[in-house]
């Protein structure tokens, strides 16, 4: 009989457990999987080398030119750090214990976490121009580690995948938004780099951050409520799938009927899955591909992420979910390493929920080395899926290069909004990162509209003046409050000179109501 998936996915979890714990079960040494043939280490700090050997082994670890001695402690496991390491030659890493394990063609360079759902899952071979960008992918000291998709219940040790060379007949699988952010990097830098992706589509922010910092946070709670109420509930799975099947025997015969009538065809039935081992259910992918990856030594992080989020229990927290989530990640890895996002894009959904997404993205720049890559005008209206991931890894990678590495851009960011000053019936809005100027690419500037203290939002008439614009309408004689592109697909056309567009904002805080949706469903 062949294994449902909340079958297959208990057997995954089981042997997940197995695996982390075979350290103690067998003589043999091992590694992580992230410690394998062609990876790439990060340079310039010390670097983490651990795995699983029998309790008390002795376990040496050597790399170019030094070697570190450890015991396996009483569960098998063990760590060493070597010191930082330079780009330069190839280097192997040589773990011995009662056995020997070799890590072959391993670079030393930049190393950079990606994550998120479908957006940075995206492949290369689904954005624009493949065939010019499969041709030119000869870069073989760029090398993407892609993480099995895997869910864990509780912190898996070990999560399954490779190192593979960038090349013309592997680039087609990388994650487009990570893979051209770190082609900009390595072509720039001149250094190997090395990109990590862990990603999962259609999951939220909660599924990618701890139990324990999802705990810490109050306001979150009704997050988390909502899947504890769902699975308090017994999971009989033969009655489900039995259910499942009654419904996809309808779906069957309403597709049927749909073509004969020439109309929309339904949706399929979605497969039902035990909510503790669903990819949304809070912590799970955390636990699953973020935990084994600790304390592997990384640059930095890259995050394509929201668009699940943009519901009405979700939406108006999701700058206090990103920011828990990040510094959740940080003290993991006790580091505090630059972490930037892709801000969603323009795309034809909810108006009042995408650009509170938005909203909470912008906000979280007040947590300190972080960045946003505005990305208004390059989305696409039918496709929450834009094929251009090119331009979306060139901003990514201008704040990278800017912020992070202290090289010469033409801008970190688009205009970003920073205060509001009533003048009479006109509103002055100051922007940072007006670099070169700000501009109204196409026309005059749209994407403006103003209200009083009635709440009444009317079209605005906006002009750039420096590195600020004023804000007006001869309806509104006592102006309160403004937004600017606070729609999901707005039309707007606010740009700073470096072609960079400015983030969505608003300044008031007017409410909006939330109703009450359960997440997951």
Same mark, same amino acid.
């Given at each position: 009989?062949?294994?449902?998936?909340?079958?297959?996915?208990?057997?995954?979890?089981?042997?997940?457990?197995?695996?982390?714990?075979?350290?103690?079960?067998?003589?043999?040494?091992?590694?992580?999987?992230?410690?394998?043939?062609?990876?790439?280490?990060?340079?310039?700090?010390?670097?983490?080398?651990?795995?699983?050997?029998?309790?008390?082994?002795?376990?040496?670890?050597?790399?170019?030119?030094?070697?570190?001695? =450890?015991? #396996?402690?009483?569960?098998?496991?063990?760590?060493? $750090?070597?010191? /930082? *390491? !330079? @780009?330069?030659?190839?280097?192997? %890493?040589?773990?011995?214990?009662?056995?020997?394990?070799?890590?072959?063609?391993?670079?030393?360079?930049?190393?950079?976490?990606?994550?998120?759902?479908?957006?940075?899952?995206?492949?290369?071979?689904?954005?624009?121009?493949?065939?010019?960008?499969?041709?030119?992918?000869?870069?073989?000291?760029?090398?993407?580690?892609?993480?099995?998709?895997?869910?864990?219940?509780?912190?898996?040790?070990?999560?399954?995948?490779?190192?593979?060379?960038?090349?013309?007949?592997?680039?087609?699988?990388?994650?487009?938004?990570?893979?051209?952010?770190?082609?900009?990097?390595?072509?720039?830098?001149?250094?190997?780099?090395?990109?990590?992706?862990?990603?999962?589509?259609?999951?939220? =922010?909660? #599924?990618?951050?701890?139990?324990?910092?999802?705990? $810490?946070?109050? /306001? *979150? !709670? @009704?997050?988390?409520?909502?899947? %504890?109420?769902?699975?308090?509930?017994?999971?009989?799975?033969?009655?489900?799938?039995?259910?499942?099947?009654?419904?996809?025997?309808?779906?069957?015969?309403?597709?049927?009927?749909?073509?004969?009538?020439?109309?929309?065809?339904?949706?399929?039935?979605?497969?039902?899955?035990?909510?503790?081992?669903?990819?949304?259910?809070?912590?799970?992918?955390?636990?699953?591909?973020?935990?084994?990856?600790?304390?592997?030594?990384?640059?930095?992080?890259?995050?394509?992420?929201?668009?699940?989020?943009?519901?009405?229990?979700?939406?108006?927290?999701?700058?206090?979910?990103?920011?828990?989530?990040?510094?959740?990640?940080?003290?993991?890895?006790?580091?505090?390493?630059?972490?930037?996002?892709?801000?969603?894009?323009?795309?034809?959904?909810?108006?009042?929920?995408?650009?509170?997404?938005?909203?909470?993205?912008?906000?979280?720049?007040?947590?300190?080395?972080?960045?946003?890559?505005?990305?208004?005008?390059?989305?696409?209206?039918?496709?929450?899926?834009?094929?251009?991931?090119?331009?979306?890894?060139?901003?990514?990678?201008?704040?990278?290069?800017?912020?992070?590495?202290?090289?010469?851009?033409?801008?970190?960011?688009?205009?970003?909004?920073?205060?509001?000053?009533?003048?009479?019936?006109?509103?002055?809005?100051?922007?940072?990162?007006?670099?070169?100027?700000?501009?109204?690419?196409?026309?005059?500037?749209?994407?403006?509209?103003?209200?009083?203290?009635?709440?009444?939002?009317?079209?605005?008439?906006?002009?750039?003046?420096?590195?600020?614009?004023?804000?007006?309408?001869?309806?509104?004689?006592?102006?309160?409050?403004?937004?600017?592109?606070?729609?999901?697909?707005?039309?707007?056309?606010?740009?700073?000179?470096?072609?960079?567009?400015?983030?969505?904002?608003?300044?008031?805080?007017?409410?909006?109501?939330?109703?009450?949706?359960?997440?997951?469903?």
């Amino acid at each position: 009989m062949q294994d449902t998936p909340a079958a297959a996915t208990v057997r995954r979890l089981s042997l997940a457990v197995l695996l982390g714990l075979s350290g103690t079960a067998s003589a043999n040494v091992r590694l992580p999987s992230i410690f394998s043939d062609h990876a790439v280490l990060q340079q310039g700090v010390a670097v983490p080398v651990w795995g699983w050997a029998d309790p008390g082994e002795e376990v040496t670890v050597s790399a170019a030119g030094q070697t570190r001695a =450890v015991q #396996a402690g009483a569960d098998g496991a063990w760590r060493v $750090a070597l010191d /930082a *390491l !330079k @780009p330069g030659e190839t280097l192997t %890493l040589t773990v011995k214990g009662k056995n020997t394990l070799t890590v072959q063609d391993v670079l030393v360079g930049e190393v950079w976490l990606g994550s998120g759902q479908s957006n940075m899952a995206m492949t290369v071979n689904r954005c624009n121009d493949y065939t010019n960008e499969m041709a030119a992918a000869r870069l073989p000291q760029l090398r993407m580690f892609t993480a099995e998709r895997t869910v864990g219940v509780t912190p898996q040790s070990d999560v399954k995948g490779q190192w593979v060379i960038c090349a013309p007949d592997t680039v087609g699988n990388f994650s487009a938004t990570a893979y051209f952010f770190g082609r900009d990097l390595h072509r720039k830098l001149s250094v190997p780099v090395g990109l990590i992706n862990a990603s999962w589509g259609g999951t939220p =922010v909660e #599924a990618w951050t701890s139990a324990e910092a999802l705990a $810490a946070v109050p /306001a *979150l !709670k @009704p997050v988390t409520d909502a899947w %504890l109420e769902r699975t308090a509930k017994p999971w009989d799975e033969a009655r489900v799938m039995a259910a499942y099947e009654k419904q996809v025997a309808a779906w069957r015969e309403n597709v049927k009927k749909a073509r004969e009538a020439k109309k929309a065809q339904p949706r399929a039935p979605r497969r039902p899955v035990n909510p503790r081992l669903d990819p949304h259910h809070p912590s799970n992918l955390f636990n699953g591909m973020i935990a084994p990856l600790v304390p592997y030594a990384i640059k930095g992080t890259v995050w394509y992420q929201g668009e699940s989020n943009a519901n009405d229990l979700t939406a108006a927290l999701y700058g206090l979910q990103l920011e828990t989530l990040i510094q959740d990640w940080r003290k993991r890895w006790g580091s505090e390493f630059p972490f930037a996002w892709v801000q969603l894009p323009n795309y034809r959904a909810s108006d009042r929920n995408w650009p509170l997404v938005r909203e909470g993205m912008l906000r979280t720049l007040k947590l300190p080395n972080t960045g946003m890559a505005t990305t208004m005008g390059i989305g696409e209206t039918a496709d929450i899926h834009p094929k251009n991931k090119q331009d979306v890894g060139r901003r990514l990678a201008f704040w990278a290069l800017g912020k992070v590495y202290g090289q010469t851009v033409a801008s970190i960011s688009g205009p970003l909004f920073a205060r509001a000053e009533v003048k009479g019936s006109e509103v002055v809005c100051s922007f940072t990162h007006a670099d070169q100027g700000l501009v109204a690419k196409g026309g005059e500037l749209t994407g403006f509209v103003i209200a009083g203290a009635d709440q009444k939002w009317m079209p605005a008439q906006a002009k750039i003046a420096g590195s600020t614009v004023i804000v007006s309408s001869p309806d509104l004689k006592a102006p309160a409050a403004v937004r600017y592109a606070w729609a999901a697909d707005p039309a707007c056309n606010l740009f700073n000179g470096a072609g960079l567009p400015a983030s969505p904002f608003r300044t008031d805080t007017f409410d909006i109501p939330a109703a009450v949706a359960a997440p997951g469903k």
